[in-house]
């Protein structure tokens, strides 16, 4: 019963560091996102992959970076932290296909730049 | 480009009242529609969807109908309790779904009082 299991919960970073959020899940979805939720503004999408080995950039993707090496994990790489990237981070898979468009979401990781 | 608006929160409502949640999108072609919660500390769960026009969708009480000609996808339930308190996102992705991309409303923050 895992489904999207994001690490770490927590974080708080300075200036300048820099860190990998994981995001892994165990339904063999093909699609897989990652967003940041900031208030009044809903939900932005960061990157987003459609299979393995495949990527690409979403709304607001400067500062981050993403791979796919397996199908079960979609990390996050914050390059050089910065304050305008505390935010709450969401991992979110899904499945191809018009009508298997529901969206599964991690819990979050909560990441505060200081 | 595809765009979603959302009324603005918090909403603040005693129990058993009549909940209306406004959602209106800017889309091309024909959209899926869809209506998130996020509980306190949690992630989002798909709460209903709608993937063509005069669909409703329904849930737990909940209910939206997809209307293209007022590109609208309200939200209502009938009596909202105290456990219904969270924040609703209404959002959509494009027909063809490709990436499972989801566009986000601003989000509205839904507080219920015994």
């Known amino acids: 019963n895992a489904g999207v299991t994001q690490t770490p919960k927590f974080q708080v970073l300075k200036t300048g560091q820099s860190m990998t959020l994981q995001c892994a899940q165990d339904?063999?979805?093909?699609?897989m996102s990652w967003y940041r939720q900031d208030p009044g503004m809903g939900l932005r999408l960061i990157h987003y992959?459609?299979?393995?080995?495949?990527?690409d950039q979403g709304e607001v993707p400067n500062g981050y970076n993403v791979s796919r090496s397996t199908t079960e994990d979609f990390p996050l790489r914050l390059l050089s932290a910065a304050p305008s990237q505390t935010s709450v981070y969401f991992c979110?898979?899904?499945?191809?296909?018009?009508?298997?468009?529901?969206?599964?979401f991690g819990q979050g990781t909560r990441l505060t730049v200081v | 480009g595809n765009s979603v608006t959302q009324m603005e929160g918090p909403v603040t409502l005693s129990e058993e009242a009549f909940l209306t949640i406004n959602c209106t999108y800017t889309?091309?072609?024909?959209?899926?529609l869809f209506w998130y919660v996020q509980y306190p500390g949690e992630g989002l769960q798909l709460l209903l969807k709608?993937?063509?026009?005069?669909d409703k969708g329904s849930n737990k009480g909940f209910e939206a109908t997809y209307r293209k000609e007022t590109t609208s996808f309200h939200l209502e339930k009938g009596s909202v309790q105290v456990s219904d308190s969270a924040v609703y996102f209404c959002?959509?992705?494009?027909?063809?779904?490709?990436?499972?991309?989801?566009?986000f409303g601003q989000g509205t923050e839904l507080s219920v009082k015994p």
């Open positions: 979110a898979s899904s499945k191809p296909g018009q009508l298997n468009t529901e969206a599964f």
């Open positions: 339904m063999n979805h093909e699609y």
């Open positions: 992959s459609v299979g393995a080995g495949i990527t």
């Open positions: 889309a091309t072609g024909y959209p899926s």
């Open positions: 709608a993937t063509k026009a005069d």
């Open positions: 959002a959509l992705s494009d027909r063809n779904n490709q990436g499972g991309k989801l566009i």
